[in-house]
């Protein structure tokens, strides 16, 4: 049956001119975790991210032997501006998970945004042969509102999912006669003893 690996980006530069920009944390996290499939035994028949630099730059640094393509589907929503409808310019870290939970439970467009991705799934398990395993490097968003959908979360239980994201954690994904179901989420033992300093939320 297939497989799908969903894969969060690496640190991207939060606070930077441009926000899309893996940090030198995050381009080792990409590396690890690309290594990590790889001692998993995980060989992609398929590999994915979105159009956003962050996640094609983790997909690129991953080094998987498949060719990567690119869906726009797999982008984030846009949560700094949804921060900054709340908080207006003055963005920092210093509470911004708090006004970024409280947009999110309030946001009008998160039903299509999960119809999008979900969208972007099921063309993906269509196009994997029985056996074959497709990996998707994307945001925490994206995975979180999988999970919900799966999980039949609402908007509450997205927000939940979401908060807990580690940068390159590892979700897991199979899909059977039965329908696909949630294996793991956010999986990120490859983040702890010695690899413990990669370890990011944001």
Known sequence: MPLVYL???????????DYDVLSPV????????GAELRRRGVRAGQVYSGTLKRQR??????????????????NEFDHIGLVREIQG?????????ESLDAALRNWDGLVDFTETVGSALDDLLKALPSGQTGV??????VIAAVCAKLWGL????FVAVNRVS???GITKLVHGRSGTSLVTYNDHAHFEGEHRDLLTYR
């Open 7 to 17: 894969i969060r980006h690496g640190q991207a530069s939060f606070g930077a001119d």
């Open 26 to 33: 995050g381009h080792r996290q990409g590396k690890h975790v």
């Open 57 to 74: 730059d983790t997909a690129l640094a991953a080094e998987l032997d498949a060719e990567l393509q690119q869906d726009p589907r797999w």
């Open 89 to 97: 310019d003055s963005v920092t870290p210093r509470g911004f998970q």
């Open 136 to 141: 998707v490097f994307t945001s925490g968003g």
């Open 154 to 157: 609402d908007a509450a239980g």
């Open 166 to 168: 580690v940068n390159c």
